[in-house]
């Protein structure tokens, strides 16, 4: 067995991110160029534990607490939003660990270097077909959206076993599937989202995974959100790290910017009052959303479980920080002027990526009307609380 040192706490992972931040950024351009995290980015951020902030502690991971998880994203986003989306999504995929066998979860995550996994939703939106054979399944489909597969080591293919009502997500190694470059978009770039195919691939019974209640081997405070309550909170996080960055370069822009016709920027009081709404709707975006995420974390410590009023308000206040980031970003860009469109300057790459982080899932307004439902007294749509 591979002996591993145990990984930090909280304020420790949170200064390894910030210590990052320097190298983050300047590798910012070849991120965008070559759509993927350079390896030795990613190595840095294997080795400050980052991808194992999730994975069970009993396995060799940190098992951090969902409050300071989110402040990580967020710091790694203020430097780069692809760093933050591939460290979010390939961590939110280790609570797939709660639900294996120890030894398959160590494996995976801690004993095959660098141990993350990627992966993403079926063709059309529907999983992949699996049929059951001895000691295993024979697996086949096509699945998009894998961020960080570039980099990754293992894949999860969400799948449909034949006869079974529920999904089973199968786990193997990145070296079986066919890779397929369809990443080419406008924000986001860095993350290398790629699909991926297998053709009648074996995947033993013990990487076969069923996320259940009857399943689940690891019962701390974590295991017990959704993957969307971690999910959720995560990719709001990003939202707010974006802004967070944009707001600064706008406010450091107008100490010297001189507007033709008009006075130096930052004496305007147009931009004033811009500036001082956008930092009130992210500080309030912020505080909403990591009281939400405590609150639920302390009733998952004390209680064992989650009531869905404590889910809802996760899901409101990360679908709020998603859009009030935004709406900052927006703001930032168009004061900005011109400067805003050239690439060199960082407003127009914060605009791409913060416009394809609202166009994922996680970010859709659409949680909105389910959030509306429970408060207004009806069942709501469970699918992402």
Request: with cysteine; net charge neutral; charged share 20%.
């Amino acid at each position: 067995m591979v002996t591993v040192a145990q990984p930090g706490t909280g304020d420790e992972l949170l200064a390894a991110a910030r210590g990052l931040a320097r190298q983050i950024a300047t590798a910012a351009e070849e991120i965008e160029q070559q759509r993927r995290l350079p390896g030795g980015l990613v190595e840095a951020l294997v080795q400050a534990d980052l991808f194992k902030m999730l994975v069970p502690r009993s396995v060799g991971g940190a098992e951090l607490d969902l409050p300071s998880y989110i402040k990580v994203i967020e710091e790694l986003a203020k430097a780069d939003a692809s760093v933050a989306w591939c460290v979010g999504q390939a961590s939110g995929l280790c609570l797939l660990a709660a639900y294996m066998e120890p030894a398959t979860a160590r494996h995976i995550f801690i004993e095959t270097r660098p141990g993350i996994l990627a992966n993403g939703p079926g063709q059309g939106n529907k999983p992949g077909r699996a049929v059951q054979v001895r000691g295993g399944y024979q697996l086949s489909g096509r699945w998009n959206f894998a961020s960080g597969v570039r980099h990754a080591t293992w894949l999860d293919a969400i799948s449909q076993v034949d006869g079974e009502h529920y999904h089973r997500f199968m786990l193997f190694p990145i070296e079986q599937a066919t890779l397929l470059d369809t990443w080419q978009v406008s924000g986001l770039r860095g993350t290398g989202s790629f699909s991926f195919t297998v053709g009648e691939l074996f995947v033993p019974e013990p990487y076969s995974v069923v996320m259940s209640e009857k399943s689940r081997r690891e019962h701390g405070p974590l295991y017990r959100f959704a993957s969307s309550g971690v999910f959720g909170p995560s990719f709001g996080s990003v939202a707010l790290g974006i802004a967070h960055s944009a707001l600064a370069s706008l406010i450091e822009l107008a100490q010297d910017k001189t507007p033709r016709g008009l006075g130096r920027l930052r004496e305007s009081a147009t931009l004033q009052a811009l500036v001082a709404r956008a930092r009130a709707r992210l500080d309030g975006a912020r505080h909403l959303l990591r009281n939400a995420v405590s609150e639920a974390w302390d009733q998952a410590c004390e209680a064992g479980e989650l009531e869905l009023e404590k889910r809802v308000n996760v899901r409101l206040a990360a679908t709020h920080a998603t859009h009030e980031a935004k709406a900052v970003v927006d703001a930032a860009y168009e004061a900005a002027g011109s400067t805003a469109i050239f690439a060199e300057r960082p407003f127009e790459r914060r605009f791409r990526d913060m416009h394809a982080v609202t166009q994922q899932l996680q970010g859709r307004a659409a949680h909105f009307e389910t959030v509306g439902q429970f408060l207004l007294g009806l069942d709501p749509d469970r699918q992402f609380l």
